[in-house]
């Protein structure tokens, strides 16, 4: 069977016999991959030209519909990906990080598009005044790259390694061509498979190459993005080709590194903390059978504490039963294949020159339902080096597998100084209840990780634990671990963009940005905007409200109404020292009272007000004052229409400027009101 690659908007096999592939259980081959007759300029320009083009016309709203469509339809199907993905030596809970985490990481994405405007492109941070009358404005404008994006992915995770990374592009409005490891791309294509035969992405959005790709990044132009997972010295030498360099095209790299996890002194042996910290030793040594890039390889631990964790770690390791993850009871399969094995063990021999293994064995030890010879597998290798402050080995080796390595320190400054040898991780852990251990450690570290998980008794029950990136939060590292970040949440989508800094008068800016900007034209004409249906509502509708007179009697009475008798409302005697010259209004009655003269009381389109972005008091407000209200449509999104909603409806933030009689500013603030649209389909 030749595995087919997806190009041009059809799939292709490639030419010649291909690269064999192989069950890792049994060593079956079970088919062939090749690339071979692909042209990767045409592929390029297809998918720049034909999904770029549609992805981009697209707002942030709909791409993130998309997302959560494409996400509720491969979670209905999940099942069928389970088999397929047991060939790679995935037990069922491998298999379930790998394609409920990756279709988990569509949804994660899919809800961002509550943190975009209802646009195909991004406004990035607040307005900057370039002027003094303000008639001169400046602002940061984002738009998807007119590229497209090449993913060069690992093969540890065919399908969580894809989806983490096309689910942040496609939301950007950037089309991609994904090139999984060959090892494990059979996988790989039966969920490209599933999500083209869905037609929920537009055309030329998603191209898949199953065989080499060697030779793709020589076509890449400054608009297109490179992504690269995997081993370190591989990113180093594509980071260096003279195209990339040459066209200055961002090269994003996540390689493995020298993870580490720290047992801090007071989880001591007997604690709870200390049963912890095993645990999650074991597990991240043993799933995926230590083929991810977050695995622990160095477990650092206080020196008074070496043998009663080196005895309990080998106590957990020997309830790793290993075999066909098909077998009830297996909690440990094989590596994806012979050749990860041969370079695994290699990789253990060269450690062992400079340290002892104190638990497991390469040669000697049991699988179940399988013949160990045939399959890829390998026992648990745990090595102790006790001192790696001169034995450096394990901070330059890795071997990606089944494999970590016991090291002492002395105190906290020396923890963190072995584990910054590692020269640059994706994370590291620490297991402790001592706050001033973590804070120190965090700090010490933090430099040289991605990301630090603080672990004890009081989070870990919930905890996500030590290797697994979210994708709300960045996944990447510095030095070793390729100085790359992904996902992130919104942050990961602003990779994909172009931020472009645009200047000219508010009116200007407004028109571009489709938001509102202080100082632009304003439209006071036609009837209050709380009669407007949500369609018939413009950016810079304006209402000018009724003034109303400040007195002391407001004051008094919002006192009494809302508790506040603060000294600087109440007490004319107590200012002395203070910014006001007399007693102050509430900056809560400024806010209440605007309330009260824009609002429309009658029953119209609006559904609700329901918050407030922020709210500034800018200028005292003090009795005998006048105040008014220029009440202006800011930003409208469009919202999705629920199940068990009759009606249709859309968000429109509302600038709430609160002037005096001498015209000043006394209150900023933006309120977010839900509005019905007229289409009630």
Avoid at 546 to 552: F, Y
Wanted: hydrophobic residues 40%.
């Amino acid at each position: 069977m030749m595995f087919e690659n997806y190009a041009l908007g059809k799939w292709i096999k490639g030419d010649g016999d291909g690269t064999p592939l192989f069950n890792a259980i049994n060593g079956d081959e079970i088919g062939t991959a090749s690339s071979k007759g692909l042209d990767f300029s045409k592929m390029m320009k297809y998918g720049r030209e034909t999904g770029g083009h549609l992805l981009r016309k697209m707002t942030f709203q709909e791409r993130g519909l998309m997302l959560k469509k494409l996400a509720l339809h491969l979670h209905s199907i999940k099942n069928k990906f389970y088999q397929t993905s047991s060939f790679t030596g995935a037990t069922k809970i491998d298999s379930w990080i790998d394609i409920e985490g990756g279709i988990g990481n569509i949804f994660a994405n899919a809800s961002l598009r509550k943190e975009f405007p209802d646009l195909p492109y991004y406004i990035d941070g607040k307005f900057a005044k370039l002027s003094q009358n303000n008639t001169f404005i400046g602002h940061h404008i984002m738009v998807p790259k007119e590229g497209i994006c090449i993913h060069i992915n690992a093969f540890n995770f065919p399908i969580w390694g894809m989806l983490e990374k096309i689910s942040v592009n496609l939301m950007a409005g950037v089309p991609a061509i994904v090139k999984p490891a060959t090892l494990t791309c059979y996988l790989t294509e039966l969920m490209v498979r599933e999500i083209i035969a869905s037609n929920i992405l537009p055309e030329g959005s998603l191209q898949l190459i199953c065989g080499s790709a060697n030779g793709i990044i020589d076509h890449a132009t400054s608009e297109d993005i490179i992504t690269f997972t995997g081993s370190a010295s591989t990113g180093i030498k594509l980071k260096a080709n003279s195209n990339l360099i040459e066209n200055s095209v961002p090269f994003n790299m996540e390689a493995d590194s020298l993870n580490c996890s720290i047992l801090a002194k007071d989880a001591s042996p007997g604690t709870t903390n200390f049963d912890i910290f095993i645990k999650e030793v074991q597990k991240e040594m043993t799933v995926k059978a230590g083929q991810k890039c977050t695995a622990i390889r160095r477990v650092i631990v206080p020196q008074e504490y070496i043998n009663d964790v080196v005895s309990a770690l080998g106590k957990r390791l020997d309830k790793t039963i290993i075999g066909d993850p098909k077998v009830e009871g297996v909690k440990m399969g094989p590596l994806a294949g012979l050749s990860q094995k041969k370079e695994v063990i290699e990789k253990i021999q060269q450690l062992e020159k400079t340290q002892d293994i104190v638990y497991g064995n390469i040669n000697n030890f049991n699988v179940i339902g399988a013949d160990k010879n045939k399959g890829a597998f390998l026992a648990p290798i745990l090595f102790l080096n006790e001192n790696p402050l001169k034995n450096t080995d394990c901070h330059e080796i890795e071997s990606f597998g089944p494999v970590s390595t016991i090291m002492p320190y002395s105190d906290i400054d020396q923890a963190i100084k072995i584990a910054r040898l590692g020269k640059g991780s994706l994370v590291c852990s620490i297991v402790t209840n001592d706050m001033k251990i973590a804070e120190k450690f965090v700090l010490g570290a933090a430099s040289m990780h991605g990301r630090i998980l603080i672990l004890n008794e009081s989070c870990a029950k919930e905890s996500t634990g030590h290797g697994s990136p979210m994708p709300l939060l960045k996944h990447g590292g510095p030095g070793r671990a390729g100085g790359g970040e992904e996902m992130g949440g919104k942050r990961g989508i602003l990779h994909y963009l172009q931020r472009t800094a645009i200047q000219g008068h508010p009116t200007t800016i407004t028109s571009i940005t489709k938001q509102y900007q202080y100082g632009a034209k304003q439209d006071t004409s036609g009837i209050h905007t709380f009669k407007k249906h949500f369609e018939e509502i413009q950016v810079g509708d304006t209402v000018i409200t009724d003034k109303h007179l400040v007195t002391l009697n407001d004051i008094e009475n919002f006192a009494d109404l809302s508790g506040d008798r603060f000294y600087a409302h109440m007490d004319e005697n107590s200012l002395e020292d203070t910014i006001f010259t007399e007693r102050v209004a509430h900056g809560y009655f400024i806010l209440s009272k605007a309330a009260g003269l824009f609002v429309d009381p009658k029953k119209g389109p609006v559904l609700l007000n329901y918050g407030i972005d922020e709210c500034r008091f800018i200028k005292p407000v003090y009795p005998g004052m006048v105040i008014g209200v220029r009440f202006t449509v800011k930003e409208k999104i469009s919202q999705e229409k629920k199940e068990d909603e009759n009606y249709t409806k859309g968000i429109v933030k509302f600038l709430v400027d609160v002037y005096d009689d001498e015209n000043e500013t006394v209150m900023l603030a933006t309120i977010l009101t839900m509005i019905k649209k007229k289409n009630k389909l």
